[in-house]
């Protein structure tokens, strides 16, 4: 693994603790969701291995550990990213929101779009409250970073896959945060307020609340696949309805229409509480 030295004017060596930890963590997401490095799965790839960059600097380093990335390979001290703050560096806070990438360019935007996960993992570690880029207000109760690293790893290592979006992070983070520590828990609780803070699926609630979006709501040619995505609370099982006659209980599925017309499409979600 190659990191370089620097030009020992502007760069010193490129080997400070979070850079070694974010390289190694891109190692660690292709051995196991291996997503692709593009777009909404290349902003998640950039923003897990920022996430465990940060982790392993506070592990290494909890007296001088921080919120910021690579400032010690600057001459000037300047930060490539804040997971703290993004938006002090022009990065978003919240999806499709302020400095949100919509282009090609740097992959679909991998390196900025990365913060909002990356503040959301702040937020799941020190808690925060404020209103975002949609204007919602949010409140969210820290859990410390070791519980929401358990949570992250979890996510990345069992259930997201090559072509995960924002919103199959944010649902398979809370099942991540149920396994680990019970439904209904505080880390349920502040996983969900977290995504919600940064602009993915609403707030916790203990009731069942059904909402999903959807990869495109028209297409001028068949055959069109549409991508759904579940942004329910507290739903376990599911059912959708895509209406042509096809059905599926996956939580996010794909659906591939091959004729024309106005397709009607319907969810239902489910919650089983075990007591």
Same mark, same amino acid.
């Given at each position: 693994?190659?990191?370089?030295?620097?030009?020992?004017? @502007?760069?010193? %060596?490129? =080997?400070?603790?979070?850079?070694?930890?974010?390289?190694?963590?891109?190692? $660690?997401?292709? &051995?196991?969701?291996?997503?692709?490095?593009?777009?909404?799965?290349?902003?998640?790839?950039?923003?897990?291995?920022?996430?465990?960059?940060?982790?392993?600097?506070?592990?290494?380093? +909890?007296?001088?550990?921080?919120?910021?990335?690579?400032?010690?390979?600057?001459?000037?001290?300047? +930060? *490539?990213?804040?997971?703290?703050? %993004?938006?002090?560096?022009?990065? #978003?806070?919240?999806?499709?929101?302020?400095?949100?990438? !919509?282009?090609?360019?740097? /992959?679909?935007?991998? &390196? !900025?779009?990365?913060?909002?996960?990356?503040?959301?993992?702040?937020? *799941? !570690?020190?808690?925060?409250?404020?209103?975002?880029?949609? @204007?919602?207000?949010?409140?969210?109760?820290?859990?410390?970073?070791?519980?929401?690293?358990?949570?992250?790893?979890?996510?990345?290592? $069992?259930? *997201?896959?090559? /072509?995960?979006?924002?919103?199959?992070?944010?649902?398979?983070?809370?099942?991540?945060?149920?396994?680990?520590?019970?439904?209904?828990?505080?880390?349920?609780?502040?996983?969900?307020?977290?995504?919600?803070?940064?602009?993915?699926?609403?707030?916790?609630? @203990?009731?069942?609340?059904?909402?999903?979006?959807?990869?495109?709501?028209?297409?001028?040619?068949? #055959?069109?696949? $549409?991508?759904?995505?579940?942004?329910?609370?507290?739903?376990?099982?599911?059912?959708?309805?895509?209406?042509?006659?096809?059905?599926?209980?996956?939580?996010? #599925?794909?659906? =591939?229409?091959?004729?024309?017309? $106005?397709?009607?499409?319907? !969810?239902?979600?489910?919650?089983?509480?075990?007591?």
């Amino acid at each position: 693994m190659t990191y370089g030295d620097g030009d020992g004017i @502007n760069y010193f %060596p490129l =080997t400070c603790t979070d850079i070694i930890g974010h390289e190694i963590t891109h190692g $660690v997401t292709e &051995h196991s969701a291996d997503l692709v490095y593009a777009y909404e799965s290349g902003a998640l790839n950039e923003s897990f291995s920022d996430i465990f960059g940060t982790c392993i600097d506070f592990y290494l380093n +909890p007296e001088t550990a921080n919120w910021i990335l690579a400032e010690q390979i600057s001459s000037t001290n300047a +930060p *490539l990213r804040s997971l703290e703050n %993004p938006n002090s560096l022009g990065d #978003p806070d919240t999806y499709q929101g302020n400095y949100w990438v !919509t282009g090609s360019s740097d /992959n679909g935007g991998v &390196h !900025t779009n990365s913060s909002v996960m990356n503040y959301w993992f702040y937020l *799941l !570690t020190n808690g925060g409250s404020g209103v975002n880029d949609n @204007n919602d207000t949010y409140s969210v109760t820290g859990i410390g970073i070791n519980k929401a690293a358990q949570i992250a790893y979890r996510n990345l290592t $069992v259930y *997201l896959t090559a /072509n995960s979006q924002f919103a199959d992070a944010r649902f398979y983070s809370i099942q991540s945060a149920i396994d680990l520590y019970g439904e209904c828990s505080q880390e349920v609780i502040s996983v969900t307020n977290a995504w919600h803070a940064v602009g993915v699926g609403a707030d916790y609630n @203990n009731s069942v609340i059904a909402e999903f979006n959807a990869s495109q709501t028209f297409s001028c040619s068949i #055959p069109a696949t $549409v991508n759904f995505y579940n942004l329910s609370v507290n739903g376990s099982t599911y059912r959708w309805d895509f209406g042509d006659g096809t059905t599926s209980t996956s939580a996010n #599925p794909s659906k =591939t229409y091959t004729e024309t017309g $106005v397709y009607d499409i319907r !969810t239902n979600y489910k919650w089983e509480r075990r007591l």
